[in-house]
């Protein structure tokens, strides 16, 4: 099957700079008023004695929520503006199959197009996390995990979202890094710079 990660048409931030998304989905709904909602699946580690139905507290949960809800804004930028340029498709299909026949890079770039039309998207409706916690298996007979779940909503924001991708690219438009932020000091990462 074709291992596709879709990629935006060249957009702007709120300073006019361009940028592109590149990347692929969990699951994208497309609702029959033609608007659509973006849903990202989150494995944690395996459980082994859950005392609650929820195994984050509320404020970890609301954590989680923060930390991927850049994700979800964008794959709906993504997939509302996705890139269809035949002469861009070819290139991308090219670097990523190194393929040489004219015959097979037409079909792969048709296939690209086939799919782009059935995933591109409409105005936004719900954005959302699926946590999912294997809490334990059996192997003796195959495979058996018990699996729990807790779905989220994620609010939508693209102003923000497009507030964040203009700080992202100051940050990258800089001369030199920024310094460390204070609660990042001790992780060692910033050694490296």
């Not at 082994?48 to 923060?66: A, G, Y």
């Not at 979800?72 to 990523?96: C, G, M, P, T, V």
């Not at 990258?172 to 609660?183: C, F, I, L, S």
Request: charged content about 30%.
């Amino acid at each position: 099957s074709l291992q596709w990660f879709f990629f935006s048409k060249i957009l702007e931030d709120n300073k006019g700079r361009p940028f592109r998304i590149k990347g692929k989905g969990d699951a994208i709904i497309k609702f029959k008023d033609e608007t659509c909602g973006i849903i990202d699946y989150k494995t944690s580690k395996f459980q082994k004695h859950i005392t609650k139905p929820d195994p984050f507290k509320p404020e970890d949960l609301q954590k989680k929520i923060n930390e991927y809800n850049p994700q979800l804004h964008a794959y709906y930028l993504l997939y509302s503006n996705l890139e269809k340029d035949n002469d861009f498709l070819r290139d991308q299909y090219i670097k990523r199959y190194r393929a040489k026949k004219e015959e097979t890079i037409l079909k792969g770039v048709n296939r690209i197009l086939e799919k782009i039309s059935h995933v591109e998207v409409g105005e936004p409706k719900v954005f959302g996390l699926v946590f999912i916690y294997p809490e334990g298996g059996a192997f003796a007979d195959g495979l058996n995990i018990k699996l729990t779940h807790k779905y989220c909503e994620v609010p939508i924001d693209l102003d923000n979202f497009m507030e964040r991708i203009t700080w992202y690219l100051d940050v990258m438009h800089q001369k030199d890094p920024p310094p460390p932020p204070e609660y990042c000091k001790s992780c060692g990462m910033h050694k490296h710079f």
